[in-house]
C-alpha cells in the first residue's frame, strides 16, 4: 500500500488538484483561467517533447494546436447542424487526429532536419500555414473566425457542457490524460531513444536507429496532443479566429515552455499555468505586459536556462543536504534587488507607456499605490535612481550569492564521491 | 556467399579532387582481429568512416557476410551486424551509464520505436544493459550522467555502447587514445575479453597493443594497403619498414 502510495501518490495529488481548483477559486475569472491553463498545460507539454525531451526547437507548434481547433470548431457547426453525429466529449480527439495528421503531412518535411535546420524549417511552415490562413477564409473564417455553440445534442445525465464548469471538468480529465500518457512516453523505448537523440544524434544511428524514423514519430505524438489542446480551446472559447496557427502563438509556446522549465518533465505545465496568469491578469495590470515578459524571459536564458523547474530542483537538492539556509540571506538581497529594479524600471515604463498611449489624460497615473506625475523631473529622477541602486544591489549580492552556490556545489559532488568510494 | 565477415574491394574516396582511400583491397575472415595501422593521415579514419557508412565511398564495394553495404545508411549497416566505436568519445552524456547501455541494446533485441512497452517491463533490455555494465567494469557508477565519468571510464562506456548490440564484426578507432601506459594495459585486457569470438578491426597507434591484440596486421599508407600479414611477417616487409617503421621513427 505505502509503495503504491508513493509511487502513484503524485498522480493521486495531481487528480485531486483538478477537481478540487473549481470548488477552491468560484468566481468566473477563476474558472475561465483554470480552463485555460489546462488547455496550455497540454500545449506546452506537447510542445516539450520536441524542445526538452528531443531537442528539436520548433518555431511553429502552433500550426498543429490551432488545426486542432480549426478542425473542432467545424466538427463542432456540423454536430449543430445534425450532419455530424459526435458527443462533445470525444471533439478534443477530433482536434487531435486533426493535429496528428497535419504533423503526419508536414512533419515528413520538417524532421528531415534537426537542429538550426529544424527550426527554420518549422518556421517556415509557420508562415505558410498562416498565409493560408488569410487565403482560404471559408475554411479560416477570415477576420472573424469561425464561432460556434458547444450546447449541441442531447444533454447526458445533465451535463451540457454550457457551464463553464462543465467544460472545465472536460478539459480537467483531458489534461489529466494526456500529462499521464505524456509522461508514460518519456518512460518507452521511443521516449528514452528521443533522448539520446537530443544528446548525440550520430551516435544513434551507430546504434542501429533512424534518427530522422526517431524524431517524426515524436513530432507526430506531439502534434497529436497540441491537437487535443487546440480541441479543448475550440469547445472553451466557442470561437476560432487565425491567431491560433500565428507565430506568436507558436512563441509564446516556446517561451513558456521555456519558462517553466524545458529540461523536467513537469516544467511545462508550470509554463502552462504561466502562461494563463500572464496572459490574462498581467495583461489586465499593464499595457506593457509583453516587455515585462520578455525581460523575465531574457533574466530566465541568462541565470536560469533550467527554468522555474530547474530553480525549484536545484534548490531542493540543495534542501536536502541542509546547506540552504547559507543562501537564504542571498536570495532575500536577490529579493530586495529586484522590488528595487521592478518598482524603477516599472515607473519609467509605465510613465512612457502613458505618455505615449494616453498623455491626453493628464500627466498622472497610479502606481502600484503611488501616483506618478510625469511632468515632474523628480518622479522620473527617482525611477531611475532606484533602477540603478537595483540593478548595483543585484550584481553585488549575484556574484556573493554565485561564490556561495558554487561552494555548495562542490560539498554535494565531494559527499557523493565519498559515498561511492566507501 | 562469400566466406569472408568483411571484404573491400578496390575501394576508393575522393573528397573534392583529393583521394586520401586510393584502392582498398582486404579481405577479414570471420573471427579474426585485425590491427589497422599507418602513419598519420593514412586515412584510417576514413577506412572506419566508409566501412560504418558514415561517409559513401567514391567507388568500389564492400561486403559484410557476403552482402554489399556500401551506400548503406549507418543505422542500416548496424542492424546487418557490424558495430564500430569512436576515437573521440561518442557517447550519451546526459542519460546515465545504465541509460546509455540501454539505448545501445534496444534495437538488437527488437524493441525498435516502441512506445507502448515501458522500458522498467523489458526484462532482456535491463539484464543485457546491467550484464555489460559489469563486463565493463561501471555497475558501481549505474546512475552517473556519462558526462560526470572520467576519461577512462568514458573509454570503456564507449566500448559497451559499441558491443553491448552484440555486432559480429567490431571497428574500434584508437581505442585507447589519451590513455596513460597503466590505464592502456588494462584497457587492452578488458577489450580482448569483450570482443571475444568476434571480428575485430582496430586502428591503433601503440605498437605494443598492435602485436599484443592482433591476428593480423594491416598497414595503410597513403590510401592504400602495403600489406596485410601476421605481426612478424609485417614487421620483417622490407616495404613496411621503409615506407611506415621508417616514417614513424622520423616522426619520434
Same mark, same amino acid.
Not at chain 1, 506537447?46 to 494546436?65: D, I, K, T, W
Not at chain 1, 543536504?321 to 509605465?350: C, D, N
Given at each position: ?21 473549481? %470548488? ?18 497540454? *500545449? ?19 500550426? +498543429? ?42 512533419? +515528413? ?71 499521464? @500518457? ?20 550520430? !551516435?544513434?544511428?551507430?546504434?542501429? +536507429? ?21 480541441? %479543448? ?36 505545465? @508550470? ?5 494563463? =496568469? ?9 499595457? /506593457? ?11 530566465? $536564458? ?22 540552504? &539556509? ?7 538581497? =536577490? ?6 529594479? =521592478?518598482?524603477? /524600471?516599472?515607473?519609467? $515604463?509605465?510613465?512612457? +507607456? ?45 556574484? !556573493? ?17 565519498? &559515498?561511492?568510494?566507501? | ?9 578496390? @575501394? ?22 585485425? /590491427? ?98 559489469? !563486463? ?9 550522467? *556519462? ?7 568514458? !573509454? ?10 552484440? /555486432? ?32 575485430? =578491426? ?45 616514417? %614513424?621513427?622520423?616522426?619520434?
Amino acid at each position: 500500500m505505502s509503495n503504491l502510495l508513493s509511487r502513484y501518490g503524485l498522480w493521486l495529488g495531481f487528480a485531486v488538484v483538478l477537481l478540487a481548483a473549481p %470548488l477552491m477559486f468560484t468566481s468566473n475569472l477563476s474558472q475561465t483561467m483554470l480552463s485555460q491553463m489546462g488547455i496550455a498545460i497540454i *500545449a506546452c507539454l506537447s510542445y516539450n517533447l520536441l524542445l526538452g525531451q528531443g531537442g528539436m526547437l520548433s518555431f511553429g507548434h502552433a500550426v +498543429y494546436s490551432g488545426m486542432g481547433s480549426y478542425f473542432a470548431i467545424h466538427a463542432l457547426n456540423a454536430m449543430g447542424q445534425g450532419s455530424l453525429h459526435l458527443p462533445v466529449v470525444l471533439l478534443p480527439l477530433v482536434g487531435g487526429l486533426a493535429g496528428m495528421g497535419f504533423a503526419i503531412l508536414l512533419g +515528413y518535411v520538417t524532421t528531415k532536419k534537426s537542429g538550426t535546420t529544424f527550426s527554420m524549417i518549422t518556421l517556415g511552415m509557420a508562415e505558410l500555414v498562416f498565409a493560408m490562413s488569410l487565403m482560404f477564409s471559408e475554411f479560416f473564417g477570415g477576420e472573424a473566425g469561425v464561432s460556434a455553440n458547444r450546447v449541441v445534442g442531447e444533454a447526458f445525465m445533465g451535463i451540457t457542457f454550457g457551464p463553464q464548469r462543465q467544460v472545465y471538468y472536460l478539459i480537467a480529465f483531458y489534461t489529466f490524460v494526456s500529462v499521464a @500518457l505524456l509522461y508514460a512516453l518519456t518512460q518507452t523505448p521511443l521516449g528514452r531513444i528521443l533522448n539520446a537523440v537530443r544528446d548525440n544524434p550520430e !551516435r544513434v544511428e551507430f546504434v542501429g +536507429y533512424n534518427t530522422q524514423q526517431v524524431r517524426y514519430r515524436a513530432f507526430i505524438i506531439a502534434g497529436f496532443f497540441a491537437g487535443i489542446a487546440g480541441g %479543448l480551446g475550440a469547445i472553451n472559447f466557442e470561437i476560432v479566429t487565425a491567431e491560433v496557427v500565428g507565430p506568436a502563438r507558436s512563441g509564446s509556446y516556446l517561451l513558456f515552455t521555456f519558462l517553466g522549465g524545458a529540461t523536467f518533465f513537469f516544467g511545462p505545465i @508550470l509554463g502552462g499555468i504561466l502562461m494563463v =496568469l500572464a496572459f490574462v491578469l498581467l495583461s489586465e495590470i499593464t499595457k /506593457a505586459w509583453l516587455l515585462y515578459l520578455g525581460l523575465v524571459f531574457l533574466f530566465m $536564458v541568462v541565470y536560469a536556462p533550467g527554468g522555474l523547474a530547474g530553480l525549484i530542483m536545484m534548490n531542493l537538492r540543495i534542501a536536502q543536504t541542509g546547506a540552504l &539556509k547559507r543562501l537564504l540571506p542571498s536570495y532575500a538581497g =536577490l529579493g530586495v534587488a529586484m522590488a528595487l529594479m =521592478l518598482a524603477g /524600471a516599472g515607473a519609467l $515604463v509605465e510613465m512612457i +507607456y502613458h505618455l505615449q498611449l494616453d498623455g491626453g489624460n493628464g500627466s498622472q497615473l497610479p502606481f502600484a499605490g503611488w501616483v506618478l506625475h510625469t511632468d515632474s523631473a523628480t518622479t522620473w529622477g527617482v525611477s531611475v535612481a532606484l533602477l540603478a541602486i537595483g540593478l548595483l544591489v543585484f550584481e553585488t549580492v549575484r556574484r !556573493r550569492f554565485a561564490l556561495i552556490w558554487s561552494d555548495i556545489q562542490t560539498e554535494i559532488a565531494a559527499a557523493q564521491q565519498a &559515498k561511492e568510494a566507501s | 556467399m562469400s566466406a569472408y565477415s568483411l571484404e573491400l574491394q578496390g @575501394l576508393t574516396k575522393q573528397f573534392g579532387k583529393t583521394e586520401i582511400i586510393r584502392g582498398v583491397d582486404l579481405e577479414v575472415t570471420a573471427g579474426e582481429r585485425v /590491427a589497422i595501422i599507418g602513419p598519420n593521415g593514412a586515412g584510417k579514419s576514413t577506412l572506419f568512416n566508409l566501412i560504418s557508412g558514415r561517409f559513401a565511398p567514391t567507388s568500389g564495394s564492400i561486403s559484410l557476410k557476403g552482402q554489399r553495404i556500401d551506400g548503406l545508411k549507418p543505422f542500416e549497416i548496424n542492424r546487418l551486424g557490424l558495430s564500430r566505436s569512436f576515437q573521440i568519445t561518442n557517447i550519451f552524456p546526459k542519460l546515465s551509464v545504465f541509460e546509455n547501455l540501454r539505448c545501445a541494446v534496444l534495437w538488437s533485441l527488437g524493441h525498435r520505436y516502441s512506445f507502448w512497452s515501458f522500458l522498467g517491463n523489458l526484462k532482456d533490455a535491463n539484464e543485457l544493459a546491467e550484464n555489460w555494465m559489469q !563486463r565493463i567494469r561501471l555497475s558501481a557508477k549505474r546512475d552517473t550522467l *556519462a558526462m560526470n565519468l572520467t576519461y577512462a571510464e568514458q !573509454r570503456a562506456l564507449e566500448i559497451g555502447i559499441t558491443m553491448a548490440g552484440g /555486432a559480429e564484426v567490431v571497428l574500434l578507432d584508437e581505442p585507447t587514445a589519451g590513455m596513460n601506459n597503466s590505464e592502456t594495459e588494462r584497457f587492452i585486457g578488458l577489450i580482448k575479453e569483450v570482443t571475444q569470438g568476434k571480428t575485430l =578491426l582496430a586502428v591503433e597507434h601503440d605498437m605494443g597493443v598492435v602485436f599484443g591484440l592482433a591476428d593480423k596486421i594491416a598497414v595503410l599508407v597513403y590510401g592504400e594497403i602495403i600489406a596485410f600479414d601476421t605481426p612478424d611477417k609485417v614487421r620483417a616487409n622490407a616495404l613496411v619498414q621503409e615506407a611506415y617503421l621508417g616514417s %614513424l621513427q622520423e616522426d619520434h
